[in-house]
């Protein structure tokens, strides 16, 4: 019998949806009590070899692209998958949602289906791996770009609420992306939000924290308007994939390949982005994930671990 | 004979000036036709074992530290090391000025003392390297917050002439970073800028470049707005930082020392941000170098360097 059922929209990645398909196949194989509720072609879904006694099928073959306007897919294009997969999330006993497709369009369908009664605007958030046993939740890492200081509060509840269950904890440290670690340091908007944040109840404000220490364990939510916190965000990734790439081109060049690929090896699994489910939509009343564009099976079976995880509130440390 | 001479502000460094002195220092030994303009105390200079016939000293002992309002000193403090060290460099044959101290004080000294006829607002950008064999200049890396699309604009003419100059080539593709690759995605300043740099006669705009791209070498200027920019720079020096602490982690823990050690090295080599000369000042009239606060007397050595190389019109890649 399902314990847990999650809709996953098979298309709008890099990859298309049999790659999708093969990470819904892991899911089932590593989770018995997973049922999945699959948007995509009927034909293609029937065809793979997936247990369809566990699987609900929702046919589906339009898409938004990262070429088209997401806000006008919210008037025009309501047959798209993205929108049917969180109207299913919405209207079933769904624990959530997850896809790898246009961040816009998703975000646009969390408003449209899944708003809670607060009616408060979802932000996107990504768990990252610090130097320290810990983990950082950066919010706000795209979803909402140009917004005002009170929404960078609303983050910092929204983030903190989030990690509270994710690490079991009681109060997370709360920090202020910033380019500089004194008050006085930020744009007009940073500077604002610095004084709502040290005035705020409810939240444990530790005051800015500068790029560099962004992934140091210094806080457990780390608070960014959308583009700045992108920035990050990707420059992370991209930082430890350019190390990683170096440390390969040095194995070649001395002749020690096999030593460096044990270094990569760990490098891999201790900066693996991959592995905490990518972005997950924060204020709206079902938890729904966005793993990149180029996500591999692997990512969504590791996207669905976490959601399970978070509907059972076991704490990340668990698996650290 | 001197053929170089270099102002250096003694004053300001977390390390204090003592340091900067070794710098000085290592800076004199390394390089027989420099001379010195040190602004510090008097005392200090003549107590240590530089060869004062290569050193002009003008004594201060007043600083503008990272806790004073760098707009209140233009008015309040002209009597501070960075502004008496930006005068001699203006009004001496000295071909630029390092610091590691307050950079908004020295941008605000670069403004009174440097301005070129065309009156342009002094920005900041750093020489990064990349995972090609090329450089990327971040302009502007925190110097200019909260500015408009225009400026934006100017970032690039001045990055180009820059790099132009660093690395000897005719036309050196610009990029816009933003959150994704297409031209729709941004927040509005970006998107403005965009469109403006499309259009813009002598710049070779190759579009928007993502965080994670920073520094993959798609292009040799990528333009920011400041605060953006500062992200970028020290997610990436904290994110180098990070992934070499794993390693050297890696290696106590499994008794491999020696063979992680050789390849943090190795790391250290490739991402070594110090030796770039961290931060320089662009759109005035010599070039200004602004060392970061923790400065080591080798990082204030390389800056010297990269200031003689500039004055030199020696490419970058002869060192590469």
Redesign the interface.
Known sequence: MAKYKIVIDLLGSDKGPEEILKGAALSLEAFPELSLILVGPEDLIKASNLPLDRVEIINCDKTVT??D?SVDAFYKATDVSIFKALEATAKSDAIGMINAGNTGAMLVGCIKYLLTEKRTRPCLCAVMPT?TKSFTCLVDT?AS??CGPHQLVEFAHLGSEFMKKLLGIESPRVGL?S??S?P?K???L?KEAHHLLAEEEGINFVGNI???????GQCEVLVAE???G??????????????????VK?GKK?G?EA??M??VG??MQ??DFESLGAGIVLGIRKPVMKCRGSSGAKAIKNAVKMMINLSEEKSLYEDR
């Open positions: 990262n070429y306007n130097v795209g770009i140009d992306l380019n500089g004194e006085t930020g744009n007009k940073v500068e790029g560099n220490n962004a992934l140091s959308g583009f700045a992108n920035q990050v965000l990707k420059n992370s990734e991209g930082m430890a994939m350019n190390l990683i790439t170096e440390i040095y001395t020690k030593e460096v044990e270094i760990y490098l201790r900066f």
